[in-house]
């Protein structure tokens, strides 16, 4: 990026002297009554919607002196040349107000993606890099990069009963989904502190975030789902409980391996309102073993439903790249993201979040 950069700034003042040198060629080789004005206004139009203010400045006084110097050279009379200079220069002007436009535009358009930004980290701040016996990494790319932020969620959050985390999917992207994550983050952070099972916090969860959908206005509750893994990760690190609520399933990373974690039984994701339904405590809990080294990789849809030009869906149990053993979470993360971007080249549809804890200790 570094070696093209120097590369892609000189193109606007080469299309620019390019848009010059045809208009005076024009100019000058044309028959009567035909002029290269036109292609002369041109440049300094160029010049103000892509370089500096200076430069186009620059532009504007250069395309001056070469419009009077051609009319000149053709030894046009006075009126003509005064009108091309007239023409040239209103013209001019016009570019240098769209280069103050673009330019206050620009710095609106930061200061909206710097907001965004801070409110992506408050909400959804990064997790501490160990919890417990677990070291922990996690990424976050927005399907609306202008924007920053998107729908997806996790945190991490040490309990009186374990390591306790959840990754999820609220409805909707961008901007409009930043109260509903700030909702479903905030009652995990609650819950999981009081919940004595994983069962028991999903079903607070599933009351919490249905009560909020019914506040939010005329919409009926089933507008506002959140889909999500709940998981909890025992004292010693060996046990893993998981609850699975219409989310895509997690994974396990180990020994060279990656095997993807299908629920037991088909849940209802958080907050459709059905929580009366079923008793408390009666989310389906499925429990494996997590060895020493082993990691637990948690994404959202953004990962599982990115496709490729074909239209084919990327499946990270079918990824050599993950076949492999990985040091630490960190690294996990960076490549499934990197592997991602390459199998859709660039372009995502739907936010992608990943969340990888790994227990600490030498792998068997």
């Not at 959804?124 to 890099?129: A, D, I, M, S, Y």
């Not at 037991?264 to 309102?273: E, I, R, S």
């Amino acid at each position: 990026m570094n070696v093209l950069q120097p590369t892609l700034t000189k193109v606007p003042w080469i299309l620019a002297a390019l848009v010059l040198a045809a208009g005076v060629l024009l100019d000058l080789l044309a028959p009567e009554p035909y002029t290269g004005l036109p292609l002369l206004a041109a440049a300094p139009l160029i010049a103000g919607a892509t370089l500096s203010f200076r430069s186009a400045f620059a532009v504007v006084c250069v395309t001056c002196v070469v419009s009077v110097a051609v009319d000149v050279e053709r030894e046009r009379p006075a009126t003509p040349l005064l009108v091309d200079l007239a023409v040239v220069g209103l013209i001019g002007v016009l570019a240098l107000v769209v280069n103050r436009l673009i330019v206050r535009q620009g710095r609106d358009l930061a200061r909206a993606r710097d907001v965004a930004e801070a409110v992506q980290r408050a909400v959804l701040p990064h997790p501490p890099r160990e919890v417990g016996p677990l070291a922990v990494a996690a990424g976050y790319t927005a399907a609306q990069a202008e924007a920053r932020i998107g729908g997806d969620l996790y945190a991490v959050q040490q309990t009186p009963f374990g390591v306790r985390m959840i990754i999820g999917d609220v409805r909707g992207k961008g901007i409009a989904a930043v109260a509903a994550v700030a909702v479903a983050i905030g009652a995990f952070r609650q819950e999981a502190e009081y919940a004595s099972t994983l069962a028991a916090l999903s079903h607070r969860m599933d009351e919490a975030l249905a009560r909020e959908a019914a506040r939010s206005g005329p919409l009926i509750s089933t507008e506002g789902f959140t889909t999500a893994v709940l998981a909890e990760v025992s004292a010693d690190g060996a046990a893993l409980s998981l609850v699975n609520r219409g989310h895509p399933p997690p994974y396990l990373v180990y020994g060279g391996r990656i095997v993807r974690l299908d629920p037991t039984a088909p849940q209802l994701p958080l907050g459709v309102g059905l929580g009366d339904l079923a008793p408390a405590g009666s989310a389906s809990v499925d429990v494996v073993r997590l060895p020493p080294g082993a990691s637990l990789l948690l994404v959202t849809d953004g990962v599982t439903e990115a496709r490729d030009r074909h239209g084919t869906f990327y499946d990270p149990v079918d990824s050599e790249r993950l076949q492999r053993r990985f040091e630490d979470p960190d690294e996990l993360v960076e490549v499934l993201t990197d592997d991602v971007g390459r199998w859709t080249e660039g372009v995502h549809a739907d936010d992608m979040a990943i969340l990888v804890v790994t227990r600490r200790g030498r792998a068997a």
